[in-house]
Nanobody
Framework: QVQLVESGGGLVQAGGSLRLSCAAS????????MGWFRQAPGKEREFVTY????????DYRDSVKGRFTVSKDNAKNTVYLQMNSLKPEDTAVYFC????????????????????WGQGTQVTVSS
C-alpha cells in the first residue's frame, strides 16, 4: 500500500507563488510515476503535471507551462509542485497521485491511471 500526504496549500494573491509537497510512504519505491491533479468546484479533476521517478521525465498541461515546475527528492520520496505567477483560475484542490511500474507516458495524464491518491490541499488565488 502507498500513502501520500500533501501539504503547502493556502491563500495567495494573483501573481504570487506557492510550493506544494507530496510525501510518499508505505513501500519501496523503485519504478513509479507521480502526478499532480486539481479539481475546482463543480468541475472534473484535471491533470496538471507528472514526473517519472527513474527518468525524471515530466509533462504539463498547457495552461501551467512556464509557471509550474514539478521536482522530486529521491531521498525523501517527496515530489514538489512549485507554482509561480498564480492566477485565480488556478484555484482548486490539488491532489498528488502515484502509480507503480512502467506506464505509457500518454496514460499518465489520466485520472484513471493512478490507484493511489493523497487527501488534497486547497489552493486559493485571489484577484
Amino acid at each position: 500500500q502507498v500513502q501520500l500526504v500533501e501539504s503547502g496549500g493556502g491563500l495567495v494573491q494573483a501573481g504570487g507563488s506557492l510550493r506544494l509537497s507530496c510525501a510518499a510512504s508505505g513501500r519501496s519505491f523503485s519504478n513509479y510515476a507521480m502526478g499532480w491533479f486539481r479539481q475546482a468546484p463543480g468541475k472534473e479533476r484535471e491533470f496538471v503535471t507528472y514526473v517519472i521517478w527513474n527518468s525524471g521525465n515530466t509533462d504539463y498541461r498547457d495552461s501551467v507551462k512556464g509557471r509550474f515546475t514539478v521536482s522530486k527528492d529521491n531521498a525523501k520520496n517527496t515530489v514538489y509542485l512549485q507554482m509561480n505567477s498564480l492566477k485565480p483560475e488556478d484555484t482548486a484542490v490539488y491532489f498528488c497521485a502515484a502509480v507503480l511500474g512502467s506506464v505509457p507516458r500518454f496514460w499518465l495524464t489520466s485520472v484513471n491511471t493512478y490507484p493511489y491518491w493523497g487527501q488534497g490541499t486547497q489552493v486559493t488565488v485571489s484577484s
